[in-house]
């Protein structure tokens, strides 16, 4: 009986001792310590420490330095390369941390309003359509098992990249009695089907029973552009059809340079827009090779300054960017790229790529009184946070028209094809 109430009073000891152990602030500074700190030359990273913790470098053949202070230690990164730091408590070794300094790395932040036209791989259904004929309303396509947002790729073997290659085979297998050989393009893979248009009483033509497009354009804003490689990432966010929903399957396409005419203000319920035209001159100044969930890319093929911010900044990587006050780029009246304050109510330090990394709130009465905070079209607008480009703006809250999502630059950067751990070379000329 003696030994069971020991035991109960040893384990008793054993869990208070447990939990207040988790609760003692340099355990708890030791468990948030990451065991790998990347960062740019030229930059510090600094850590929470308790005063009996000490920090060195294992091996010391780099020009890299810890600062260490009484409850801190900063990483001083002189020179690219990697180095195991070592953590002790009392003397007794606790943890070890890779430390990874790299290359400088730096980009021109946007901020200008850029016309934007995508050309589709095929030619997209966007609906269905009812032909009047003699047997009553029909739709070929639809009866053939072609759905809304399918990409048709080919017709009688022939590719297919504009609505105008349609026609012709419509036409002429509608005159012939022939049913087309379709091949679509589908999320779930490719398929095969067999189409016979049907003649429209009412206009004397064949037709396929379907709604079709093989190009989209809008409006956004310019994120970054490498000076390097000319590569550029903009918008923050894929484009979607407007009527099926689903993200754009590129085949090409182009930027110009956009003005933007007026602001509809934004309200709860209502994001607001930016409403805007392509320049008159229409000058292409970049290729669009890629739609993705982080924005679209491509490379410039022209100058495109801001006027504003036009000299490389730095980037900070996702567990570098911190809450508080930063600033956007972005238009809001004609061609000129201006400065805003936000603050930065949360940011998530990700290992992995995502959307959505920091939760960003409009502050600067300028804007709010223009725009009544993020507005469509203005996704893609540069975050910059002590004087390094940390992300995009991506959405807006639809019922708090101040705040809305950003996204963390890095993914941006790796969607582009810009790899931020190695040094870049120039473009060939």
């Known amino acids: 009986m003696k030994l069971e109430i020991i035991r109960k009073i040893i384990g008793g000891i054993l869990l208070v001792s447990l939990i207040s152990l988790i609760f003692f602030q340099p355990f708890q500074q030791y468990i ?62 606790i943890k070890k941390v890779d430390v990874h300094v790299l290359k400088d790395f730096r980009v021109i932040p946007g901020g200008q309003s850029i016309g934007v036209k995508l050309n589709t791989v095929g030619v997209l259904v966007v609906g269905h359509h009812l032909i009047n004929t003699t047997n009553g309303k029909k739709s070929p396509g639809e009866m053939a098992g072609i759905k809304i947002g399918d990409m048709i790729t080919e017709i009688n073997g022939n590719k297919i990249e504009k609505m105008t290659d349609v026609a012709p085979f419509v036409q002429t297998a509608g005159q012939n009695g022939k049913a087309l050989d379709m091949v679509i393009s589908r999320e779930s893979g490719k398929i095969t089907t067999k189409l016979t248009p049907l003649k429209d009483k009412g206009e004397n033509t064949y037709k396929l029973g379907l709604y079709i497009r093989d190009s989209a354009a809008g409006i956004g804003t310019m994120t970054f552009v490498h000076p390097q490689s000319k590569k550029y990432g903009a918008l923050g966010h894929v484009i979607s059809d407007m009527d099926t929903k689903k993200p754009i399957v590129v085949e090409d396409g182009q930027i110009v340079r956009s003005t933007v005419t007026s602001i509809e203000k934004g309200s709860n319920g209502d994001p607001g827009e930016k409403l805007a035209r392509f320049s008159s001159d229409r000058e292409i100044v970049g ?5 993705s969930p982080f ?3 491509g490379e410039l093929n022209k100058e495109f300054k801001n006027g504003v911010m036009d000299k490389a900044l730095p980037i900070a990587l996702s567990h570098q960017v911190k809450e508080g006050p930063a600033k956007i780029l972005t238009v809001v009246n004609d061609d000129r790229v201006e400065e805003f ?39 893609g607008s540069p975050i910059i946070q002590d004087g390094k480009l940390v992300g995009a703006v991506t959405h807006v809250f639809v019922n708090d028209p101040t705040s809305g999502y950003g996204v963390h630059i890095e993914w941006m950067l790796n969607e582009a094809g810009i790899n931020i751990y190695e040094t870049p070379k120039n473009k060939a000329s």
């Open 295 to 297: 924005g679209i890319f």
């Open 287 to 291: 290729n669009i090779q890629k739609n």
């Open 32 to 93: 948030n310590i990451p065991k790998t700190i990347t960062v740019f030359e030229g930059q510090d990273y600094t850590f929470k420490k308790a005063g009996p913790v000490s920090a060195a470098f294992v091996s010391h053949n780099s020009k890299n330095t810890l600062d260490q202070e009484e409850h801190s230690v900063s990483v001083k990164a002189s020179e690219k390369g990697k180095n195991e730091m070592l953590l002790e408590y009392a003397g007794i070794p």
């Open 341 to 379: 304050n936000i603050e930065i109510v949360s940011t998530i330090p990700q290992k992995f790529p995502a959307t959505k990394g920091m939760v960003i709130k409009v502050t600067d009465p300028k804007l709010l009184a223009k725009t009544g905070g993020i507005v469509q079209g203005m996704s």
